[in-house]
């Protein structure tokens, strides 16, 4: 630890620390308005620790601590420890396979003791953006080359594999986040396009009849060759590009999605991803509800907790039913309010315009995050803050859109708001590493 690094307050953006104490108040208040029972005294509840409000504000004490030794720390313990850290963090989320429990059908939770559990693929991200700023800021790494392309993408991609196989489908999807870090450093735009085009056609194989979508691909494929004929005569590998193009359009379309949807998600995965686009799924063509039921499942709506969440955030119309005054937030009619749908306690106590605000807190942290992103000199500390800005969006987007029926149901919580542990001392590590690097911005890291 160096001289400079005693002085805690030296070069740290406090701007982001004042939105972060803001965010995490906002957090503990909305658990609060879910939880509080009128014939309880409050401020025992909140000391007691037996209520998931105290425990938040327990967990909010544990990640200030954390959060002072982080800026007490070297900046450059990040990039010696980055690849270990990212290493330990694999082989536990290996051993949740063996070690895991089993908390809402998803084995990714290794439990602590005292009622409390510790979710590796939470701290993985962590562990995993520091070793992809660490791979990016190596002077023989060129970005240019698909070699080093391959690999940053097997740092994202084997965690996220991990997460499937904990049937953690949310927080796979979360890796697919560092792909915006990639592209600041250079990663071709056509990888993106790629991407969003393959996004679009699996959406329109839930969507279109598949003979009509099969149709329309080859009219699409019959079109382009036309228009190109000449230079197809001159260049067979633009024609040979183009074939094979349909075939993998074709093969994904008729083949592909429906094997992953039957075959590799479980029946409630399925049914999520399929309510989104106003579609239902038939639960009898899974193969892992036979496995387990013995029998073909009979197929269930799922869009029970979006109904619900829609209804509470409906209710609250422009300026909300006030603080603890929610008939649906106060009643437990939506599931997993604590967790995965706390926004909707929002919607409902304070409005569209309580929302407005506070989506603005989260966009102005999201400014400020970009902000210091590109005032490093360090390759390391700007692809970190990309990273960490990267993966607080992708959360808010997925989950406020979970909420309001937009995206299907993935089990993604709000950053500093939804209940849990794991996850707020996640995004409180991720923000206050990047305040001490950007403390240094002046050292050039690697």
């Not at 805690?8 to 609060?32: H, K, N, Q």
């Not at 694999?90 to 939770?109: C, D, P, Q, R, Y």
Request: aromatic content about 12%.
């Amino acid at each position: 630890m160096n001289n400079r690094n005693n002085n805690i307050s030296a070069g740290v953006d406090w701007t982001i620390i004042w939105l972060y104490a803001i965010l995490v108040s906002i957090g503990i208040l909305c658990i609060f308005m879910v939880e509080y029972r009128t014939d309880t005294n409050w401020l025992q509840t909140f000391l007691g620790g037996k209520t998931n409000y105290s425990k938040q504000l327990i967990f909010a004490g544990v990640c200030t601590i954390a959060a002072t030794f982080i800026l007490l720390t070297d900046s450059k313990l990040f990039t010696a420890l980055a690849n270990l850290l990212y290493a330990f963090g694999i082989l536990l989320m290996l051993a949740t396979f063996v070690l895991g429990k089993n908390i809402n059908g998803s084995k990714s939770w290794i439990p602590l003791g005292g009622g409390f559990n510790l979710q590796p693929a939470e701290l993985c991200k962590i562990f995993t953006a520091l070793a992809l700023a660490k791979f990016l800021s190596r002077q023989e790494t060129d970005f240019s080359k698909l070699r080093s392309q391959l690999i940053a993408g097997a740092i994202a991609i084997t965690p996220a594999i991990l997460s499937i196989g904990q049937h953690e489908l949310g927080l796979a999807l979360v890796y697919s986040s560092f792909l915006v870090a990639m592209y600041r450093e250079g990663l071709p735009a056509q990888i993106l396009i790629f991407g969003s085009s393959f996004a679009v056609l699996v959406i329109a194989t839930l969507v279109v009849e598949p003979n009509i979508l099969a149709v329309t691909l080859t009219v699409i494929a019959a079109i382009i060759l036309f228009l190109v004929r000449k230079q197809n005569k001159k260049n067979k590998r633009a024609l040979v590009l183009i074939v094979g193009i349909w075939l993998f359009c074709v093969g994904t379309q008729r083949f592909g999605v429906p094997y992953i949807f039957n075959n590799v998600f479980e029946c409630y995965q399925s049914t999520r991803i399929y309510s989104m686009v106003g579609k239902e799924y038939d639960c009898s063509k899974n193969k892992k509800s036979e496995k387990k039921t013995g029998e073909k499942a009979a197929h269930k709506p799922d869009d029970y907790n979006v109904r619900q969440s829609k209804i509470a955030i409906g209710s609250g119309g422009l300026t909300g039913r006030g603080f603890l005054k929610g008939t649906q937030t106060r009643g437990k009619y939506v599931p997993a309010q604590p967790t995965d749908f706390i926004f909707t306690s929002l919607g409902e106590a304070f409005g569209f315009v309580g929302c407005a605000i506070f989506l603005g807190i989260y966009l102005f942290l999201l400014y400020r995050i970009v902000k210091i992103a590109e005032r490093q000199r360090s390759t390391f500390s700007r692809v970190y803050a990309y990273s960490v800005a990267s993966i607080i969006f992708f959360h808010i987007a997925v989950n406020v859109s979970m909420t309001i029926g937009l995206f299907p149901i993935v089990g993604i919580p709000l950053p500093l708001i939804s209940y849990g542990g794991s996850s707020l001392l996640t995004f409180t590590i991720l923000i206050f590493i990047l305040l001490r690097l950007d403390a240094d911005r002046q050292m050039v890291l690697r």
